[in-house]
């Protein structure tokens, strides 16, 4: 009854901003991967062409009610090319793509959450589209042993929910995650192929680097060399397209008419070189050691000693005593 009254006041589980529906362009011509990734790949595709073949033709569909779908499981570190491997899959299958967009179907609402995942299902059921949950180990991550707290009840109800709506699924799932160690074991066995995608090598790399550019309209300089840029910069695809863009910008700024710009070898090295400075910045952690303020700087705060980890903690505890000397102040005058 409440559910239903919550449905009537804010509206029931909708496709609207929960997934991204697209009509795939990017094929397999357009991924470079590793020998052994597009062999997983390969055999991916004729397992899928066979499904028809295993499950009515040869009868195992009557005998087997459950799990008759497709999931695939594509890990590897960002970057390295799952988003458009999904896409190129769909494409070849002749089929749209359901991008789930996991911050979307996450409800505040106890509960709802499940519905969303539910509705999902449905509509690439009616669509016979592929679905691809990105960073799926956001959403299917480990179960809590212990649930205690009301958010790990929910997070173990929407993974078994996930669970379940893969069991009756008739169609094809694609998940991509980061840190496959961090899903939920149960997925291993309803999850029919998992591939691993790895960093490109050199000989990848360097047909990276020429795939970002446009056969003829680009402008490149004499001096360009993707080959040594493949061997200076053992990147992911993701930052070898980053490093193209940053590198063609900075071409774009040069001090000449723009008939006579062109992209430099130290346009692509500079724009690399700021990919990996932003890598650097966002693995920053506050407890890294150059993060930390200096021994000096402290003693300049008050006379601390100069071990930095020492230090801090001893402004923070100064920090909070103050705090709490202000909260007894204001108490105080409020008691007058």
Known sequence: MAESIRDLLFGGPTLRGLIDTITPRRTFDDVVLPPETLAAIQHALQVIRKHDLLFREWGLGERHSSGLGLAFHFAGPPGTGKTICAEALAHTLGRRLMVVRYSEIESRWVGQTGKHLATVFRAAERQAAVLFFDEADAIAGRRFTTAAAGYEREANLIVN????????????????????????????????????????????????????????????????????????????????????????????????????????????????????????VMAQSLFDEEALPTGAALQRLGGLETDPRRDLRRITWLAAAALLAAGVALALALLR
């Open 161 to 280: 929910v996930l669970l379940q709506e893969l069991e009756r699924f008739d169609g094809l799932v694609i998940f991509a995650t980061n840190l496959a160690a961090s899903m939920d074991p149960a997925f291993e066995r309803r999850i029919r192929t998992h591939i691993r995608f790895r960093l490109p090598g050199v000989h990848e790399r360097e047909k990276i680097w020429r795939v970002q550019i446009h056969p003829e309209k680009t402008p490149l300089a004499d001096d360009v060399d993707f080959r040594a840029l493949a061997e200076r910069f053992p990147r992911s695809g993701g930052d070898i397209k980053n490093a193209v863009l940053k590198g063609a910008q900075l071409a774009t700024l040069e001090p000449v008419p723009d008939p006579a710009k062109r992209i430099y070898q130290r346009h692509f090295e500079e724009g690399m070189r700021e990919v990996i400075a932003a890598a650097e």
